[in-house]
């Protein structure tokens, strides 16, 4: 995962004589141990069958003037799942011409969950049929107005949960764990399975699963605080966030103000753990 230098510089400052005194500090930078008594999630006989009934079979597009657009039409209709996924994200976004249109996209993500639900989730097209699950549950955790896909937030859950279980998708378990989670009267178990999920996505390098649970972790927010661990996922979201999500940039600066000199210490050395994890 590339760490920008300016980050690494930002936490080297004012620490650098402390790091041969720096404290031990649990992690680092292996995955997190799953709790072996823990339940999660798992995919079950005849679980892709059941997920398929409920997603709606779909109708068949209208052609397309554009050349490029036309040929990946074709290319769709012939069942290629990657075809599928790019239409459906080219009319999720309104991309190549095309006007943005959430059911059309709707429907190309289902003809890939449809056909595809069973895969080896080790073959090379298994991320984008868990991809296209990811589409499918925020399609059902909204709705799309003025059609038949109304918001239905358990079918979202099934969506992701098979995504993030038979697939191992991190997005899917970013958005899993945010179910769990977003309540704050969640039951105990709601939150250990959640919290699990984000550590599991954030190990991945999913970076908005790094700054929720690095938040979560500097703050103490329902989770023992680790400031050092904490601040260490929010410089790898801060380095990997896109200019629109000044959530994780104003989280990483609130949490770099507050955080001791020792707490930086720590952190850049599980940083400069976790990138040569990385590489290894």
Known sequence: MRISKRIVFALMLGVAPLLAAAPSFAFDGAPINPDPAMPVATVQSGMAANLRKSIPQPGTAAALPDKSVVALQYAADEGHPVAQWKLGRMYANGEGGLAQDDLRAFDYFSRVANAHADDNPSTPE???????????????????????????????????????????????????????????????????YGARWLGAAAQKGQHQAQALLGQMLFNGDRLPRQAARGLMFLTLARDAASPDEAWIKENYNRAFAKASDDDRASALQMLEHWVQGKRD
Do not use: C, H
């Open 126 to 192: 298994a991320q984008v049929v868990a991809n296209a699950f990811v589409a499918l549950g925020r399609y059902y955790l909204s709705g799309i107005p003025n059609s038949k896909v109304k918001s239905d937030p358990e079918r979202a859950r099934e969506m992701f949960s098979y995504a993030a279980s038979y697939f191992g998708n991190a997005d899917a378990q970013y958005d899993l764990a945010r179910m769990y989670l977003k309540t704050g009267d969640a039951s105990r178990d709601d939150f250990r």
